[in-house]
C-alpha cells in the first residue's frame, strides 16, 4: 500500500527551507567554489583548483596562526576550565556565606563583550606602568617592570584576559552540574568511608562528566574562532612577529584587507574542518567515558 | 491600556514585556533624532584636522561653484578603509573623493594596475606641471607600476626631538654630534639608575625590537631599500642587515642605551614628561600631535636634524603620509580634480595645517611662507617648520608596494629573532650579529615573495 504524499507539512516546513538554502546552504557551495578560486574581490577570479589548499599547508603564516590559536585553546582547556571548576566547587559549599553576591562577582565579566575586555586588560599588560607588572614589580623586586606581556607573551596575555571573561561563564555550568550530583550517592560513599578527594573522584567527576564534556566542547570551538580579543588588542597587525594571529584573524585579513576571498574561503573550510575533527575526537572520548 | 497590559501579559513575561517596552522607546527615539544630510558630491576624509581645516575652503568652493558643490564626511579610518575597499572591488557606493593614509591607499594596489579603484593621475599631474611643484619623494606611496593615483598632502620629514632641559643642564652641547656614533657617545652621561635597583631609569633614545616605524625609518634614512623596480622584494641586504645589527646592540645587552616608549599612549607620554628617554624620532605630525596631547613637554623638547649613520649622511627620514584621490567610478572625476587642487595647493591650507598640526606642505613654492619661521615656544622658539623644510627635500623615497606593511611585519619579525639570538649567545657587538642579521632577513624575505607569487593579479605595468 503507497502512501499518500502530505504536502501541509512541507507547506510549513518551506519558509525555513527556504532562508535556509539561501542563507546556509548557497553561501557554503559558494565558498566552497570560492576555495578553489583566485580572487581579487568578488569581480575578478581565476580558477586555480586545489592550488589554495596546497599553498596553505606550506604556508608559515596559517601554521603560525594555528600554532597560536592551538596555544590559546590549551590554555582555555586546561586552566580555564580546571579554575571554573574549581569557583563552582567552591561556591557549591553551602557553609559558604554570600555566595549569590560571588556567584555575581564571578559571572559578571562574561555580561561584557570581548571588545570591551580586549579594551580593559591592554593597558593592564603595559609594560612599566601596567597593572600587572607594577604589582609584581612590587612584590617581587627582580620582576622586571618592562616585561612585555603583549609583545613576547602575547598568547599568554590573551589567556589570562579571556580566563577573567569565561571563567565565571563556564562556572555556572559547573556549578549546575554539582548541584545534581546527587546526595545519596555522596552519602553513601561517606558513609563507606570515602575521603573528600575519592568522593569527588569516583562520585561527583562521573556524575559531571556530560556537563564536563559539553562545557569542553563549547570552549574548544569558542578558542577555534578566537578574533576580537586579539584584534581589538593587538590591532591589524597582529602583533610582532604575528604572536597573536589567529587562524579566524588570518581569514579576515586575507578576505578583506588584500581581497583574496578565495584563500580566504580555503582557510574557512581548513578550520570548519577542524572543529569537526575536535568535536568527533571528543565525543569519542567522552562516549567511551561514559560507557566505562 | 490595563487591557492591553493584560493581553500582553498573556503572551510574555514580564521581563520580555520590559525589553519590548524599552525597544520600542530606544528605536523611536532614534528614528527620531536629527540625522544631518550632506549635500553635494560626496568627499571623505579620516582625519578630524583636515576635516577642520577643509570647511572653509570647501565653503569658498561651494559658492563660487553652485553646479558641483561637494559635501565633506569624517569616517573613521577603518570604515574608510572598509568602504573603499567595498566600492574597488565589489562596486559597492563610495564617494567621488577620498583622502586616506597610505597603508589604506597601498591595499587599492594589489590587483591589475587598470583595476585600481582611483583614477590615474600621472597625465594630467605632468600636463599641468604639478608634478614638478611637489616634493618628489612624496609621490612615492601612491605609485603603482609607475602610475600615481593621488595628490600627496604632505612630506613627512623626520627630525630627532630631545629634552633640551635635562641635556643643557647637564652642559652637553648637541652641535658636537653628527652621527649615530656621536649621539649616543656624547648623550651617555645622561644614563642614570635613579633608584639603585641596577636598571637605568633614564634612556638615550626611543628603540625596540618591536617598533616597526623606528626600524624602518632608520633603515629608510641609511638609504636601505625594500622592494625594486618591479615591486619584488629586495630588504635582505647588508646594509638593512648592518642596520638590524647595530639597533640590537642598542636595544639589548651591556650597553643598552633604548627603551621603547609609546608615541601616543597615556603611559608613553608620562614616561617622556618623567624624562625616561631622551630623544625620539619626530615626524611633523607627530610635532603636532604632541603639543595637543602632552603640552607638559611644552619648553622641555628641542629637534636636531637625525643624527647620520656615517659622515656627511642623511640627516632625516619619513614616515606617514596621505593623499587625495579620485574614485574611477566617479561622475564628477574633472570637478573632483579640481577641488582637489583647490584644496591641497591652497597656501591658506598650508598655513591652517601648519599651525594646527605642525605638517608642512609638500608643495615647493610654498615653503617660503614667512609662518614656517614663526619660533615654536614648545620646542624652545625654534622654528620648526624651517626645521623640518630643511630636511624635506632630502627624504628618502619609499615602496609604494601592497606589500610594504607586510614587509615591514617580516624585519620586525628578524629584529626580535635577532634579539633573541644576541640574549641566548651574549653576542653583543654588531660584528658578531650581522651574519645572523643577513640569514634572518633572507628567510623573510623568501617568505614574503612566496606570499607575493600567490598573487595572481598583482600584474606589471602594460
Redesign the interface.
Known sequence: MSKRFNLVPWLFLTPFLGIFAVFTVWPLMHSLILSMQ?T?????T?W?GLHNFK?LLTD??FWKATGNTVKFALGSLFIQLPVALGLALLLNRTALKGRALFRLVFFAPSLVGLPFVAMLFA?IF?????LLNVILHNLF?AW???F?WT?NYIMTALIIAALWMYAGFNMVYFLAALQNVSKDMLEAAEIDGAGPWQRFRHVVIPEIMPIAGFVTLLSLIGSFQLFELSYIMLGD?AG???GGLTIVMYLYQTG?????LG?ASTIGWVLALMLVSIAFIQRRIFKRHEEN | MKALSDRLGRFLSPGALIILMIAIATSTTVALLPTKEVVGIPLWVSATPHYDAYQPLLKTWNEQHPDSQFGISLLHAKALERRMLAGFLSGAPIADLLEVHLGIASKAFLGPVDAVGFVDLTDRLHAEGIYEQINTPSFAPYTSRGRIFGLPHDVHPVLLAYRSDLVEAAGIDVSQIETWDDYFRVMRPLMRDFDGDGRPDRYLFTAGETRSDVIIMMMLQAGGSFFDAKDQPNFSNPLNAGILAKITTWITGPNRMCIDVGAFSAAGHRQRLEGLVIGTLVPDWMAGSWKVENPGLSGKLKLMPIPAWTKGGRRTSVAGGTMMGVAKTSLHIDESWELTKHLYLSPALAEHMYRNTTIISPVKTLWSQHFYDEPDPFFGGQPVGRMYINQAPDVPPRPSSPYTEAASQKIVSAAIALRVYADRTGTFDVAGLQPEAERLLAEAEVGLKKQISRNLFLTPAP
Not at chain 1, 581579487?40 to 575578478?44: E, N, T
Not at chain 1, 603595559?126 to 601596567?130: I, L
Not at chain 1, 578583506?256 to 583574496?260: A, H
Open positions: 583566485q581579487y574581490g568578488p569581480g575578478r581565476q586555480v599553498f608559515p603564516l593597558p603595559e609594560k612599566r606602568t601596567g623586586s622586571d617592570p618592562e612585555a609583545q597587525t610582532p612577529d604575528n578583506f584587507q588584500t581581497g583574496d584563500y
